[in-house]
Nanobody
């Protein structure tokens, strides 16, 4: 059974940093692309970042470009989201997702598997 488990969320002051991790198991292969999405209360789930199966291609939402970086370690079946210069508007539940598409994709409907989410709260 496919499992995605996020970790690394928490409370941080504005301007601070966090690194989220997502450990994949149970049939997620290294040729799957991976992504991060986030959802604040009362809003839709939004794209944050995506990475292709081999890490050769990445996408980042305009709102996080230059501050967040997605990466992956296929030997560890883990994808990361390094978040720097955090702002209060980054507060949300962050979800890891896996897609059978090899290239990085920002489309939510391309992702078949989702983690349970990890809360990130940025205080002003």
């Amino acid at each position: 059974q496919v499992q995605l488990v996020e970790s690394g969320g928490g409370l941080v002051q504005a301007g601070g940093s966090l690194r989220l991790s997502c450990a994949a198991s149970g049939g997620i292969y290294s040729y799957d692309s991976m992504g991060w999405f986030r959802q604040a209360p009362g809003t839709e789930r939004d794209f944050v970042a995506a990475i292709s199966w081999n890490g050769g291609s990445t996408l980042h939402a305009d709102s996080v470009k230059g501050r967040f970086t997605i990466s992956r370690d296929n030997a560890k079946n883990t994808v990361y989201l390094q978040m720097n210069s955090l702002k209060s508007e980054d507060t949300a539940v962050y979800y890891c997702a896996a897609s059978s598409i090899m290239g990085a994709t920002r489309a939510l409907y391309d992702y078949a598997y989702w983690g349970q989410g990890t809360q990130v709260t940025v205080s002003a």
